[in-house]
């Protein structure tokens, strides 16, 4: 079950716009009180919205060849979506000149207080489309599995720290450097704001397939 939910939980984790704010936090005012509000905050949401869509898909007969077929359909329009996304991407990347910049909004993050990095984290963490889309993926996954309710929240929580990893890795790094973290971090986010495009063009583009390959598979 959890080689299932896996690739899903990859994509959320290297989302570079997720580990981005997480670093951008880490040069704020109260730096690490920030960054572990926003993990708190974009782990709760990340989990929140996995765990409306498992209740939606304890729901459904998953005995019946209906069902099964909307589920492969759902896999397939899912994989669909990160095919285009993945075409986005890489017109963007392609169109892009010169260095990639931040926008205001990212900008902004650097001078935020705990309670309003924490705000930050949850609607990050439920509201991005990507994070929603896998989220439904894995919903599909375990409700189809016919798991207990305590497996469930097992696999829901194992989905949930994988996700959550990408966006805690600077915090340690910070914790466990301390002032020596500050040069690594800066070049992750260089690089991050620069190969964001490319890295989730790739994501999208392997696990679409994935997607759209499963859905064939249980159609």
């Known amino acids: 079950?959890?080689?299932?939910?896996?690739?899903?939980?990859?994509?959320?984790?290297?989302?570079?716009?997720?580990?981005?704010?997480?670093?951008?936090?880490?040069?704020?005012?109260?730096?690490?009180?920030?960054?572990?509000?926003?993990?708190?905050?974009?782990?709760?949401g990340v989990g929140a919205v996995l765990v409306v869509f498992d209740l939606v898909a304890e729901q459904v007969d998953w005995s019946s060849s209906d069902s099964s077929r909307v589920a492969a359909l759902l896999r397939i329009a899912l994989g669909v979506f990160l095919l285009v996304a993945a075409v986005k991407k890489v017109r963007k990347h392609a169109a892009a000149e010169g260095p990639a910049e931040l926008g205001p909004r990212m900008r902004g993050i650097s001078s935020m207080a705990p309670r309003r990095a924490a705000r930050s984290g949850?609607?990050?963490?439920?509201?991005?489309?990507?994070?929603?889309?896998?989220?439904?993926?894995?919903?599909?996954?375990?409700?189809?599995?016919?798991?207990?309710?305590?497996?469930?929240?097992?696999?829901?929580?194992?989905?949930?720290?994988?996700?959550?990893?990408?966006?805690?890795?600077?915090?340690?790094?910070?914790?466990?450097?301390?002032?020596?973290?500050?040069?690594?971090?800066?070049g992750w986010r260089h690089w991050l704001e620069q190969y964001n495009d490319v890295v989730m063009a790739v994501l999208y583009f392997v696990f679409a397939f994935v997607l759209i390959g499963n859905g064939i598979q249980k159609w």
């Open 1 to 44: 079950m959890i080689g299932e939910i896996l690739p899903f939980a990859v994509v959320v984790m290297v989302s570079p716009i997720n580990i981005i704010a997480a670093i951008l936090l880490l040069f704020s005012p109260r730096p690490v009180p920030a960054a572990a509000a926003y993990l708190a905050g974009f782990a709760a």
């Open 122 to 186: 949850l609607t990050i963490g439920a509201l991005n489309p990507k994070n929603i889309a896998m989220a439904l993926a894995s919903a599909l996954a375990i409700g189809a599995a016919g798991l207990s309710g305590a497996q469930s929240a097992a696999v829901i929580a194992v989905y949930v720290v994988l996700a959550s990893l990408g966006v805690a890795t600077p915090l340690v790094v910070t914790l466990v450097l301390g002032d020596r973290s500050t040069n690594i971090l800066e």
